[in-house]
């Protein structure tokens, strides 16, 4: 039996390989055909003297590495007895970049496993290592055949599609190669989907392994899946509850995660904490594990199919093709090639509609991809997901009755954190009650006729059409719900100033139950620019600490709240605790989403703005930093590259402490944003008055104008001209050589260059020999504009 | 005859002492080799190399028919699939035929001496795993050392008395691959070798087997048309085409699988090997395709609806391999747009018949203009093997060369 909890938790998470082998046979629910079947296999390779290669095929979580992992511990008597070696590739073989690689993870693998023959095999990788470079491939085929001698070889790897895809086409020949000429190679691998490289003509290995498919658990496997981790928990109260009300619960997980092996363990924790405090720390966790992971792998698809799969994710359920072509604005043909790759790909999965059976409805496949897709997606985060799952999870009673003991728990307790804790918790069930009696009221909401059409036009974007309509049926609609409905309308179109006004008419206990604490809290903060009064801002300010009171918490509502704050500061010139509070929302909302750049470009902002204002470096240190992590979340933001770059100049003048990493950090960004979106920014930055930031910059931009003159000739001279007419400080003899340097460079290719240049040169007559009469040398429209614009002398 | 033994059903590489099948070929191969080399081409899948590493298997283990016994054929299977040049081709061939010291002898240090009077290197380590050539400096001559290593073998193997088959599989995938990368002259330098030099060589004994997925055909005439390549380096080498499992064969192969463990009624066994030959033409490939999900999704049992549910998965289920679609890719990839365009007209129409059909009056069903482009296109699908001809009373007829193509065509293309 288990000895601790612990290792329950990772028993089909990622460390699969450091569990009891009579564990994980013991767990082996569902799977114990494929077990048999691999088995089989290699009882093949011993007994036969065939070969196999195979390729399992599932998605994460589908126990792939419990399988191997049991395949691995069957085969311990054919290694003892020397009839077979095993190579066993760790989960995640990672910077395997060729063949040459591959060989070396073999020899790692047996040097890891086999503890006998360690030392001999040590000591010729080290041979290896002294091998010229282009001996070393045969070698190393060398090395692995002597130690095999006349024994099968079986490599056990998983994501093998991956690493194929790593090693390219021309490795993945040698490595076959090698397989045809080497007689006892066989490879058990696993891949969550089946790409090109096992299915194009082209490709080594076209149709080289056998497939098998893992299948999902059905309902009853996942019953059994979960009475056995009970077991091994040593849980007799959780055994008995899955033999009654369980049952129903198991029924709720089963539709949510489609017997998946990993999501059950983890929903698993919830079975049993029913007694037990912290409902949502292990859903959290697990889930924001799993995000990154699965970003990861979104990423590489080309981007309809990026498009098509967060449209399905967030559609919730089965989409039509028709529909999916519409939302994404991509074309049938095209739609219907990209669906079936991603079927192929199993990334989503198509379902014939009971309705019409020529139709065909798709939908994501995996429910850890779509519930990832949602975490990042959902305006409120993982929050949200975790409060969806209570509502559907547990009724009305159970969830109230939660609520009581969470609260009872929180008066006894001590400790601070947990008190924290609890307090998360209580929120949770409570908006997970108020969402499943927002769920009726959503329903009466749709079943109402009028409503329905009203949801269709909104849908559609067409707002003007949507208030008329409201108008009108005004008279069948009661009249809370047309406040409502007419508010959202407000915010919808961007009306906030009505938005505002009309909120402001609400009871306070009408915006609670109907959770709009929030809205009108954003309708304030889009009003910023034109509503200036301190009033308006300590009533904003009520509205924004009513909705977190609310439950209305998100990472939308912290990040208004932080602009909101930081905008009074500014404004009324309040003292810096304004500040520090606005970057505490701020914070706030990047716990709520830490992967929202624009949390941190708007953060930095304010930073930096406080930094100027003090004269001091200390937060624009941090700007800086935020305005890099942000980079780091999407390189591609056009906007934080203006405000970065704008930042950069301006900290050159503030006389905050310069870091030469800081400009370097931003120049590697910058450098890897497409050449389109570089000419954008140039555009701002030619109107940002800073020597400075052109003269760190020019490298870069010296390459982008001679890479298109046309769309980049007007950036110099203006620039030129922008820093020629800033009156913050006056040039020296060595700033005006560079500018001359520049517009003598490109004036060929820029005529007005040839201006700029004669400009630089009255400025230096001017400013720095002090001889005013230089400007008289100018033809009259030159010198006009050098007087107004450069001298900034009132025209006459 | 033989007795079955048990083999798992597999689509990877097979022990060289349990390729079944194949002894026709065998001996159809082997008296070709008496006086010349051999190109072997067929489509991917087809079991090109596991023939070839049967025949090198019988050879060398003295195996063979009876009536090569007193040829004194040895054979040595080389796949260049990967390797990235000349140096690469050249390490491979010394290295693995270190192995081969013991019969032949073969003494490098003609090439060694060679090597250094060329070069003065002093320490070439010549067999070992040291030995490279991919030196930069090197590149210049490999012509010259790859003929070196070449003739060094082929010295030794005049003295024996026999016949040395070199088998080069996938060469036309290798030269195509350096072909895409920009290094068609090495290409080219590597075909120049043995067109030049073959005949020399096959003087002394050494035979060569050319094989592939691809024509070298495809190979050259790009070349020809790229670079106006005027070689003929497969001149006189006979073209050996590869043929779906006979019956029997077939049978065998399924005797074999079954012995690994499958449920077969007694009084249904025959009727279900007729019925996987039928649907698989006797494709060694699909017949183990089927047992492989007889295995997996019926549970190791066969019976006549078995067979038939796998044939349909292996024709309609997205989630098997693409295994016909190679038909398309090949045209896409190796073949301009217009060709490619031609042919996949062409195929249409002719999987929509049963019988041949002659030329003329595809002619007059096919929107192609020019005669002589349509001719040739019909040449080309020939001899990449989607099709097979006729020639009746100086007629041509043609036919997709295998049902279950023609099938999947009809149903998944045209
Ligand atoms: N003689 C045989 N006995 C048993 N199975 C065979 C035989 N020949 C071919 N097969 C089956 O066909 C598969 C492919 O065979 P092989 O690797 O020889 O094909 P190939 O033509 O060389 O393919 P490629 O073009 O991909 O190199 C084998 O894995 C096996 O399933
Ligand atoms: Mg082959």
Redesign the interface.
């Known amino acids: 039996m288990v000895e601790s909890q612990h290792s329950i938790n990772t028993i089909l998470s990622f460390g699969a390989k450091s569990v009891k082998p009579e564990i994980l046979e013991q767990l082996l629910v569902g799977r114990s055909?494929a077990a048999n079947?691999l088995f089989?296999?290699v009882e093949?390779i011993v007994?036969?003297?065939?070969?196999?290669?195979i390729l399992v095929i599932g998605q994460r979580g589908m126990g792939k590495t419990h399988l191997l992992r049991v395949l691995y511990h069957r085969c311990q008597s054919y290694i003892k007895n020397d009839q077979l070696v095993v190579a066993y590739f760790a989960e995640e073989e990672y910077g395997v970049a060729n063949?040459f690689d591959f060989l070396i993870r073999i020899l790692y693998a047996l040097i890891r496993w086999e503890d006998i023959d360690k030392n001999t095999l040590e000591s010729k990788l080290e041979e290896l290592q002294d091998?010229?470079?282009?001996?070393q491939v045969?070698?190393a085929e060398?090395i692995i055949e002597d130690y095999i001698a006349d024994k099968p070889l079986l490599i056990l790897a998983e994501n093998f599609g991956d690493i194929l895809n790593a090693i390219g086409?021309?490795?993945?020949?040698?490595?076959?190669?090698w397989?045809?000429?080497d007689?006892?190679?066989n490879?058990i691998a696993t891949s969550q989907s089946?790409s090109d490289d096992?299915?194009?003509?082209?490709r080594?290995f076209?149709?080289?392994?056998?497939?098998?498919?893992l299948k999902s658990l059905t309902y009853k496997d996942s019953l059994l899946f979960l009475t056995s981790l009970a077991e091994l928990d040593d849980r007799p109260d959780v055994v008995e509850h899955l033999k009654n009300k369980g049952k129903a619960q198991v029924k709720a997980i089963y539709e949510l995660v489609k017997g998946n092996h990993r999501l059950l363990v983890t929903f698993y924790e919830f079975l049993k904490s029913d007694t037990l405090a912290k409902l949502s720390n292990h859903f959290i966790k697990t889930i924001n594990d799993l995000k990154p992971y699965y970003e990861t792998y979104i990423r590489y698809l080309p981007p309809q199919q990026q498009k098509i799969i967060r449209y399905i994710a967030l559609s919730r359920k089965p989409q039509q093709g028709t529909i999916i072509s519409k939302n994404c604005f991509i074309d049938q043909k095209s739609l219907s090639k990209q669906l079936?790759e991603l079927?192929?790909k199993?990334l989503i999965e198509a379902i014939t509609d009971q309705t019409d059976k020529r139709n065909k409805l798709y939908d994501i496949n995996e429910p850890l991809l779509r519930i990832s897709i949602e975490v990042g997606e959902h305006k409120e985060g993982i929050t949200a997901l975790f409060i969806d799952f209570l509502a559907i999870y547990y009724d009305e009673n159970e969830l109230t009755d939660k609520k009581l003991k969470f609260s009872d728990l929180l008066e006894k307790c001590e400790s601070s954190i947990e008190k924290k804790e609890f307090q998360y918790e209580i929120q949770a069930i409570e908006k997970a009650l108020s969402l499943k009696r927002y769920e009726t009221l959503e329903n009466t909401f749709i079943s109402s006729e009028i409503l329905n059409i009203l949801f269709e036009v909104v849908k559609q974007k067409k707002y003007k059409e949507a208030f008329s309509i409201l108008e009108r049926e005004k008279h069948n609609i009661d009249k809370l719900n047309y406040s409502n409905i007419l508010f959202r309308l407000y915010m919808l179109n961007e009306q906030y100033l009505e938005a505002k006004n009309l909120f402001l008419k609400f009871s306070d206990e009408f915006v609670e139950k109907k959770r709009l604490f929030a809205l009108g809290a954003l309708s304030f903060s889009q009003l910023v620019k034109t509503e200036n009064s301190e009033s308006f801002y300590l009533k904003g300010i009520e509205i924004f600490e009513k909705a977190e009171k609310n439950g209305e918490g998100s990472e939308y509502l912290y990040l208004a709240w932080g602009n909101f704050l930081a905008q009074f500061a500014t404004i009324f010139r309040k003292d810096e605790d304004l500040f520090f509070e606005s970057f505490s929302k701020f914070e706030k909302a990047i716990e709520y989403n830490s992967m929202n750049e624009n949390i941190y470009i708007e953060l930095a902002q304010w930073q930096f703005g406080l930094s100027i204002r003090q004269k001091d470096s200390k937060f624009s240190i941090k700007a800086f930093e935020n305005f890099e992590a942000a980079s780091d979340i999407n390189p591609k933001n056009i906007r934080l590259f203006k405000l970065w770059g704008g930042a950069l100049g301006f900290s050159s003048d503030y006389n905050i402490k310069d870091d030469s990493n800081r400009l370097k950090n931003f120049k590697g960004k910058f450098k890897l944003l497409s050449f389109k979106d570089r000419v954008s920014i140039w555009k701002i930055f030619s109107n940002v008055p800073y020597l400075y930031l052109l003269n760190n910059t020019y490298s870069i931009l010296k390459i982008d104008i001679k890479h298109s003159f046309d769309e980049l000739q007007h950036v110099l001279v203006d620039w030129i001209n922008a820093i020629l007419s800033s009156q913050l400080d006056t040039l020296n003899k060595a700033d005006l050589t560079f500018l001359r340097k520049i517009a003598i460079e490109f004036k060929d290719k820029i005529p007005e260059l040839a201006i700029s240049e004669i400009y630089i040169d009255t400025y230096e007559d001017y400013k720095l020999n002090g001889n005013k009469n230089a400007i008289y040398e100018l033809p009259k429209e030159q010198r006009l504009f050098f007087e107004s614009k450069i001298l900034k002398q009132p025209e006459l | 005859m033989q007795t079955p033994?048990?083999?798992?059903?597999?689509?990877?590489?097979?022990?060289?002492?349990?390729i079944t099948g194949r002894e026709q070929d065998i001996v159809k191969l082997l008296r070709l080799l008496r006086s010349q080399s051999v190109s072997v081409e067929e489509m991917?899948?087809m079991g090109k190399?596991l023939l070839l590493?049967k025949l090198a298997y019988l050879c060398n283990s003295n195996l063979q028919p009876e009536e090569f016994k007193q040829d004194n054929f040895k054979a040595k299977?080389?796949?260049?699939?990967?390797?990235?040049n000349l140096?690469?081709v050249i390490?491979?061939l010394i290295?693995?035929l270190k192995d081969f010291k013991e019969w032949h002898q073969i003494d490098f240090s003609k090439t060694y001496n060679f090597i250094k009077d060329i070069f003065s290197v002093p320490e070439v380590e010549i067999g070992g795993?040291?030995?490279?050539?991919?030196?930069p400096e090197y590149k210049k001559s490999w012509k010259d050392i790859f003929f070196k290593t070449l003739e060094d073998i082929a010295d030794t193997q005049a003295k024996t008395n026999g016949k040395l088959i070199l088998i080069f599989?996938?060469l036309p995938?290798?030269l195509w691959?350096w072909y895409k990368e920009g290094k068609h002259e090495e290409a080219i330098e590597l075909l120049d070798i043995l067109r030049e030099r073959r005949q020399v060589l096959e003087k002394k004994g050494i035979r060569f087997i050319y094989c592939g997925?691809i024509g070298i055909k495809v190979v050259l005439n790009t070349f020809r048309k790229d670079f106006k390549y005027t070689g003929e380096p497969t001149n006189e080498m006979e073209e050996f085409s590869l043929k779906p499992f006979s019956e029997n064969e077939s049978d065998f192969l399924c005797e074999c699988f079954i012995l690994?463990?499958f449920n077969v009624a007694a009084d249904e066994k025959q009727l279900c090997l007729k019925k996987v030959y039928g649907l698989s033409n006797g494709l060694p490939?699909y017949i183990s395709t089927i047992f492989?999900l007889l295995?997996?999704e019926f549970?190791y049992n066969i019976t006549m609806n078995n067979i038939e549910a796998a044939y349909e998965l292996i024709i309609n289920d997205?989630?098997?391999?693409?295994?016909f679609?190679?038909l398309i890719?090949?045209l896409e990839?190796y073949y301009p747009k217009d060709k490619k365009d031609e042919m996949m007209q062409i195929l249409n129409i002719l999987s929509k018949e049963d019988h041949f059909i002659e030329e003329e009056l595809l002619y007059t069903k096919i929107d192609i203009d020019n005669n002589d482009s349509l001719k040739q296109s019909l040449y080309t699908l020939l001899s990449d093997h989607y099709l097979i001809r006729q020639v009746i009373e100086g007629k041509r007829y043609y036919k997709f060369k295998y049902q279950i193509f023609k099938e999947w065509w009809k149903v998944n293309i045209a």
């Open positions: 055909p079947y089989k296999s093949g007994k036969n003297g065939n070969n196999q290669q063949y091998t010229n470079i282009p001996g045969s070698f060398r086409t021309q490795e993945q020949g040698k490595l076959r190669a397989m045809y000429q007689k006892r190679i490879i089946i096992f299915d194009k003509e082209d080594p076209y149709g080289f392994f056998n497939l098998y498919y079936s079927v192929r199993r | 033994f048990p083999l798992l059903p597999t689509i990877g590489t097979i022990p060289e002492n349990q991917r899948r190399s590493l299977y080389f796949s260049f699939q990967g390797k990235q140096g690469e390490n491979l290295n693995e795993a040291k030995f490279s050539l991919n030196l599989d996938e995938i290798m691959e997925s690994s463990g490939f492989n295995q997996t549970d997205t989630k098997q391999h693409k295994a679609k190679q890719d090949r990839i």
